[in-house]
């Protein structure tokens, strides 16, 4: 299976290398790094008339350098593309003394529930930033936004618009035919404003009206053509209840919150670049009238994160947990945080990534297997090394003493003697993996077949006499002076090295072993992307584990020798009953299908 298209890069390490803590330079980091040098923001100070940020951040707020801010909506669960945003808002801020401000944009009641905003705020916590006291809900500010658009009314730069949304969009006009005005654009602002004031009582039906701001329709940016900043919602919010009938479009409240909140660097995907010319011209009409004050918030795009095998968008993940194509959110296949959490991946892994594959203003695709090696650099370096038998057959050694038992030294990671030794039980009957015995070996087969000798891994050498279908077991005997750690070890030299768990002492586990959840490398590109699931991207097994696995906690992370990084899952798990999570393979298997 080719999973690389031309235009998927794989990056190095570049400026950042594993284990430096100095971040990767990037455009966004050299233009703070450039206002704070010129002073832009030193001398910055509340302005205009009080709204509710003043409440929350104090007057005057604290003495951060810079202030940036992380806004989702809470109508559903971070993806792995919020990580790259969490990491670059949270991260310039901790690195020049700043602020990052954590800011829900609700806006609109219809989507939004408590349970999406809780698991927000655990995710951001999880990935290792705290919001100290700068929480906030763009339902802080409905009351100064209300007044804002008062204020465009009656300066004459914002009306009411009573087109139907058909008539709207036909007048809007095309990427290159301007658009036409609105009937009702000449309306004075006096009675734009009664019609503004009854459509907040409530007195107009949904639809019927919308307040537009009054900017240019001939621009050749479709975004200036008197977008909507207001439209009437009859529906209750989660936060304010039934207070409001109206409520403020996105690209009017995010500006006012970025002004409000003094954020410095307002840092956004390029899908909203389009959207700055708007963005500016607001707050410039709101400073004019004295609502807002000046240096103004500075918005900066950069290229989101576009990742091979997966799917990001929002309406397609919701759309897998409606039609139960996975089992919710948090399914460890899903591309979201809560789903990558579970599955194993760590916060580390994340930081990592992000540096490695940077910020830039070009789109481009990420080959998932940057993300699995970020993955697998943290987890070598975080996790005790265990053993586990996934496909297990029976190894009888014949020549060892029934009932007899002993304990084999084991290093807990091999590269890190200072994590010690733990004792794993030897005894006769052994599990190992089922493809570490073949009948005919094929050319370069060191494992075990008849006649061979292999070494059991910090055990004894073993030679094969052969496989015994009736008891479905390998039949073997051992050399009794071969034990590793011991004089007589080194005396035999062999090339294979297999590892085993103790049938009488295993913990018999149900590890479950996860992939790409899609296998085109761009789902839904040439089809509907439900055509792409991967069939193959959950397999459940029973496997046989060395017992001290039995004891592990929700979360902690081992790798399984010879078979990759494994956790136990955070849900599932009970104690002393762990269930394991398949986080990532020792290699990159995929790119060799």
């Not at 559903?76 to 969490?86: N, R, V, W």
């Not at 709207?168 to 602002?189: E, I």
């Not at 699995?372 to 190894?395: G, K």
């Not at 084999?408 to 994590?419: A, G, M, S, T």
């Amino acid at each position: 299976m080719n999973t690389k298209a031309p235009n998927t890069r794989k990056p190095e390490a570049g400026k950042h290398e594993a284990g430096s803590n100095a971040p990767a330079s990037n455009f966004i980091r050299n233009i703070v790094e450039a206002d704070l040098a010129a002073g832009k923001w030193a001398a910055r100070t509340w302005g205009g008339r009080p709204g509710p940020a003043r409440a929350h951040a104090g007057s005057p707020p604290d003495a951060a350098k810079i202030r940036t801010r992380f806004p989702p909506e809470p109508n559903g669960y971070l993806h792995l593309g919020h990580a790259k945003s969490i990491l670059l808002n949270f991260g310039l801020a901790r690195e020049f003394a700043g602020a990052c401000h954590m800011r829900f944009d609700d806006t609109n009641p219809e989507k939004e529930e408590q349970e999406y905003v809780d698991s927000i705020l655990d995710a951001v916590r999880w990935l290792g930033f705290d919001w100290g006291e700068h929480l906030y809900y763009a339902s802080d500010y409905f009351d100064h936004m209300y007044e804002a658009a008062e204020y465009l009314v009656q300066a004459g730069h914002a009306y009411v618009d009573r087109q139907s949304a058909e008539e709207m969009r036909a007048n809007r006009g095309t990427l290159t035919q301007p658009g036409k005005d609105s009937p009702w654009r000449a309306t004075p602002p006096a009675g734009n404003l009664d019609l503004l004031r009854e459509m907040r009582e409530g007195r107009h039906a949904e639809g019927s009206m919308v307040l537009r701001a009054k900017v240019d329709m001939g621009s050749p940016n479709i975004n200036l053509r008197d977008p909507a900043i207001y439209r009437i919602r009859k529906a209750e919010h989660h936060r304010t209840g039934d207070t409001w009938c109206i409520y403020p479009m996105y690209t009017f409240a995010h500006p006012i919150e970025d002004a409000l909140e003094r954020i410095t660097h307002s840092v956004c995907t390029l899908e909203f670049e389009d959207q700055r010319p708007f963005y500016d011209w607001l707050l410039a009409r709101l400073a004019e009238g004295g609502l807002l004050a000046n240096p103004l918030p500075q918005q900066i795009e950069f290229a989101r994160l576009n990742l091979t095998n997966v799917v990001l968008s929002k309406r397609k993940l919701i759309q897998l947990v409606n039609e139960k194509h996975v089992e919710g959110w948090d399914d460890p296949r899903m591309p979201t945080l809560v789903g990558a959490r579970r599955r194993g991946y760590t916060p580390e892994g994340f930081r990592l990534f992000a540096e490695r594959i940077g910020v830039s203003r070009s789109d481009s695709w990420i080959d998932y297997g940057v993300l699995e090696d970020c993955m697998r650099e943290h987890l070598n370096e975080v996790a005790p090394r265990r053993m586990a038998v996934l496909d297990p057959v029976r190894l009888v050694i014949e020549n060892y003493p029934e009932g007899q038992e002993e304990l084999c030294e084991v290093p807990n990671h091999p590269q890190k003697p200072d994590w010690g030794k733990r004792s794993v039980p030897f005894s006769r009957e052994l599990w190992i993996e089922r493809e570490d015995y073949a009948e005919t070996p094929p050319k370069g087969y060191f494992r075990l077949f008849p006649g061979n000798r292999v070494r059991l891994r910090y055990g004894f050498v073993i030679e094969c006499l052969g496989y015994d279908a009736a008891s479905d077991s390998v039949r073997c005997t051992y050399l009794a002076d071969s034990k590793s750690g011991t004089p007589g070890a080194d005396a035999y030299k062999v090339k294979g090295n297999i590892h085993w768990v103790s049938a009488r002492h295993d913990y018999p586990a149900e590890v479950r072993l996860y992939d790409r959840l899609f296998s085109a490398e761009k789902p839904g590109a040439e089809r509907d992307f439900l055509a792409d699931l991967n069939p193959a991207a959950k397999r459940t097994i029973t496997a046989r584990l060395e017992p001290a696995l039995r004891e592990a906690a929700p979360e902690d992370r081992f790798q399984f020798e010879r078979h990759g990084y494994f956790v136990a899952d955070r849900i599932d798990s009970r104690p002393g009953a762990p269930v394991f999570n398949r986080a990532v393979t020792l290699r990159d298997s995929w790119a060799r299908a």
